[in-house]
């Protein structure tokens, strides 16, 4: 189950959410409403269902694309990625 916390109750109750975490829950650390940034377990993020689900996601997107007729270089793609960044 994932429970959504605002950053200020992050901060001020991270002892009790990493508790929560260590007993199996996700949190997600929103600012306004938005989330930006994830607490889960460190093994969870290698797990097979974990990979599974990033596998489809990019599946699906990938499908997406080609049936826009999108298309771009794997270089194009990370410059994307490092414009967004700045």
Do not use: C, N, Y
């Given at each position: 189950?994932t429970?959504h916390?605002?950053?200020?109750e ?6 009790a959410?990493?508790d929560?975490?260590?007993k ?8 306004h ?24 996601a ?5 499908e ?8 771009a270089t ?9 414009e967004?960044?700045r």
């Amino acid at each position: 189950m994932t429970k959504h916390v605002g950053i200020f109750e992050a901060k001020t109750q991270l002892s009790a959410l990493v508790d929560a975490v260590e007993k199996g829950e996700d949190i997600v650390i929103t600012r306004h409403g938005k989330p930006v940034a994830r607490l889960t377990r460190p093994e969870d993020r290698h797990s097979p269902e974990a990979v599974a689900q990033r596998r489809k996601a990019i599946a699906e997107l990938r499908e997406m694309a080609r049936k826009r007729g999108l298309r771009a270089t794997h270089e194009e793609i990370k410059s994307w990625i490092e414009e967004g960044r700045r």
